[in-house]
Nanobody, 114 residues
Framework: QVQLVESGGGVVQAGGSLRVSCVVSGTTLSFTAMGWYRQAPGKQRELVARIASGGSTNYSDSVKGRFTISRDNGKKAVYLQMISLKPEDTAVYYC????????WGKGTVVTVSS
């Protein structure tokens, strides 16, 4: 079955940068649109960045200009580079297929201190 493993989270000061990674196993990635989602405490999970199989990208207004999603189909990996981080970016970050998500991974925790 498909497994998603996110990594790279941590604690960073406001204004700092972080890159989170996601490795996918159990399937090929080449023809799949992928997204990075986040869930802040007490809030619903939201899609913040998406990359199509052809490489085109979309971002939510809250992260546009600060986050960059990328993919490496050979490594079956998806990345999210985050700069100019804000305390409101604090959340658990997940990757998954968009649409029709697979079973969710454990995510990686990003904490931005003010």
């Amino acid at each position: 079955q498909v497994q998603l493993v996110e990594s790279g989270g941590g604690v960073v000061q406001a204004g700092g940068s972080l890159r989170v990674s996601c490795v996918v196993s159990g399937t090929t990635l080449s023809f799949t649109a992928m997204g990075w989602y986040r869930q802040a405490p007490g809030k619903q999970r939201e899609l913040v960045a998406r990359i199509a199989s052809g490489g085109s990208t979309n971002y939510s207004d809250s992260v546009k200009g600060r986050f960059t999603i990328s993919r490496d189909n050979g490594k079956k990996a998806v990345y999210l580079q985050m700069i100019s981080l804000k305390p409101e970016d604090t959340a658990v970050y997940y990757c998954n297929r968009d649409p029709f998500p697979w079973p969710w991974g454990k995510g990686t925790v990003v904490t931005v201190s003010s």
